[in-house]
């Protein structure tokens, strides 16, 4: 099936320096639309523009206020408007026992991960609402659904933002603007191993037992890609996705159990 009413599209993607972001803003790109990103690491930043020259870019913390108002005053100059906002920013957060997890790495998660997309989205809001169009992506994750032992702040964020989604689509679909979230499961990537070598560390398993009690946690027994994600979110902004709103979506071969 062939995608329509990307083309032209004017794409918001959080941290999209590196990983399924990175991923994410490509694939926009491929379809025709024009993508304006962030990312907290300048050199990732520098690296896209020279690989993407057709991608806006700039350094922002989706944490702080001041920065996202930066990203969207910077991003619609670019754009000269907006049909999409990808919030895709995020953390994992610490890998320990709740008694073990510090006031800071708490909120540190929280902030990135859900009043981040708080904060993007009440940039976006009001654009979409005066030319009653757009389509917010939240990206939650298969925690969003699921509890998970020794991720407490993570699961606590990922939960949240579905609640945010739901909210969001309650709101802004009598003016014609769709919200989602994506709940992906295992994203094969760096970022994974990270989690993957903390979480085995907690456990005291190794990171191949730690895979595959994961894998068998999912039907399909398979991790998924950044392109499966990519292209989910792709969808969903499309004209073929134009009648689907406030769902979250697994894109994960369906987790049956963490």
Known sequence: MQLTGLAGARVIVTAGGSGIGNVIVKRFL???????????????????????????????????????????????????????LVNNAGVGGPVACIENVSLADWQRTIDVDLTGAFLCTRRAAPVFKEQRSGSVIIMSSHYGVFGGPTRAPYVASKWGLIGLMKTVAMELGPFGVRANALCP??????????????????????????????????????????????????????????????????????????
Not at 42 to 66: F, I, K, M, Y
Not at 194 to 207: F, H, P, Q, S, Y
């Open 30 to 84: 491929d379809s025709g639309a024009t993508v304006f990103t962030c990312d907290v690491d300048p050199a990732a930043v520098e690296a896209l523009r020279e690989a993407e020259p057709r991608v806006g870019a700039t350094v922002a913390d989706v944490a702080g206020e001041a920065d996202v108002d930066r990203l969207f005053d910077e991003a619609q100059a670019y754009l000269g408007g907006l049909d999409v």
């Open 185 to 258: 499961g295992a994203v094969e990537g760096e970022r994974l191993e990270r989690v993957m070598n903390l979480e085995a560390d907690e456990k005291g398993i190794t990171c191949d037992e730690l895979r595959e009690l994961w894998t068998r946690g999912c039907s399909l027994r398979t991790f998924v890609t950044a392109d499966d994600v990519a292209a989910m979110i792709l969808f969903l902004c499309s004209e073929q996705g134009a009648r689907i709103s406030g769902q979250a979506i697994g894109v994960d071969g369906h987790t049956e159990f963490i």
